[in-house]
């Protein structure tokens, strides 16, 4: 199983720009498809964005698409995310997910391990 520890969350204002890292520990990092999911207060979670295991493939909800960048770093066991122009409705939770058994997982319930989240605060 991998563990997962997300980092690089704040306050911003809107139009700001952050990058979240996700290290992964434990073996055979390459194996897992990457994931980002958030969690606005009084909401459930959503698919934020995935990244297949080799990094050749990515795919994200229309709402981030062209302002977020999912990439990874097989070497370093790194996963990060690079949120540009952010809004207000960017706010939340912000999670790092693994999954071993898609190749591109998009609901919660395909992944098998999760960080504990860092949160992002986007101000207007």
């Known amino acids: 199983q991998v563990q997962l520890v997300e980092s690089g969350g704040g306050l911003v204002q809107a139009g700001d720009s952050l990058r979240l890292s996700c290290a992964a520990s434990g073996r055979a990092f390459s194996n897992y498809a990457m994931g980002w999911f958030r969690q606005a207060p009084g909401k459930e979670r959503e698919f934020v964005a995935v990244i297949t295991r080799s990094g050749s493939s990515t795919y994200y909800i229309n709402s981030v698409k062209g302002r977020f960048t999912i990439s990874r770093d097989n070497a370093t066991n790194t996963v990060y995310l690079q949120m540009n122009s952010l809004k207000p409705e960017d706010t939340g939770v912000y999670y790092c997910?693994?999954?071993?058994?898609?190749?591109?997982?998009?609901?919660?319930?395909?992944?098998?391990?999760w960080g504990q989240g860092t949160q992002v605060t986007v101000s207007s």
């Open positions: 997910a693994a999954s071993r058994g898609y190749a591109s997982p998009v609901t919660s319930g395909e992944y098998d391990g």
